[in-house]
């Protein structure tokens, strides 16, 4: 069974990086068949797309956010990261990390989200 | 302000049917049959209902359905029960630039 756990800081000063690791067991990150996203929700809202990265590094981000975004990937750990620089109050949330399904064709994209990790807690505060 | 257009609330009985709808454009969800629909419960992780517009994952009751008409996707829950009171998504593919949008999320009270 496919199981992804996220992990990191739960707390962040103001106009620092946020850093985030999603750890996925059960499973090759380096599968061909899959992307693997962030995603969050801040307290009482709805969720928000943050980016999602293919095994070769391939990556495709949110432009609200994709100045501050960057997602890498770490297949001889199995591991995928998040870092979001300069944030603010704003980006407390509730930050999940899920693998995707993908477009058919030649040329994929990510699709739907098939597994969710369990989500962590980010405050931003100083 | 979310992409994707859903009702605040629904709400049913129990053993009734209830149908979320999910509003978008010709660039999203009229334009693909990758609109995906997630449920979920306070404190938890959101789970994946429905796929591909209306594809079930191995262990969803096939209560849960989904649907697309033009650029309007619905969720339609038959035979209510107490546990389907939930927070409902809906997500959309919407091409190379921005793959993927959510709706605003719509809360199923179960009377």
């Known amino acids: 069974q496919l199981q992804l756990q996220e992990s990191g800081p739960g707390l962040v000063k103001p106009s620092e990086t946020l850093s985030l690791t999603c750890t996925v067991s059960g499973g090759s990150i380096s599968s061909s068949s899959y992307y693997w996203g962030w995603i969050r929700q801040p307290p009482g809202k709805g969720l928000e797309w943050i980016g999602s990265?293919?095994?070769?590094?391939?990556?495709y981000y949110n432009p609200s956010l994709k100045s501050r975004v960057t997602i890498s990937v770490d297949t001889s750990k199995n591991q995928f990261s998040l870092k979001l620089s300069s944030v603010t109050a704003a980006d407390t949330a509730v930050y999940y990390c899920a693998r995707q399904l993908k477009t058919v064709g030649t040329k994929t994209r990510p699709t739907n989200f098939d597994y969710w990790g369990q989500g962590t807690l980010v405050t931003v505060s100083s | 302000q979310s992409a994707l257009t859903q009702p605040r609330s629904v709400s049913g009985s129990p053993g009734q049917s209830v149908t979320i709808s999910c509003t978008g454009t010709s660039s999203d969800v009229g334009g693909y049959n990758y609109v995906s629909w997630y449920q979920q419960h306070p404190g938890k992780a959101p789970k994946l209902m429905i796929y591909d517009v209306s594809k079930r994952p191995s262990g969803v009751p096939d209560r849960f359905s989904g649907s697309k008409s033009g650029n309007t996707a619905s969720l339609t829950i038959s035979g209510l029960q107490a546990e389907d009171e939930a927070d409902y998504y809906c997500?959309?593919?919407?091409?190379?630039?921005?793959?993927?949008?959510f709706g605003g999320g719509t809360k199923l009270t179960v009377l």
């Open positions: 990265i293919y095994y070769s590094g391939s990556t």
């Open positions: 997500c959309s593919y919407a091409g190379s630039y921005t793959p993927v949008v």
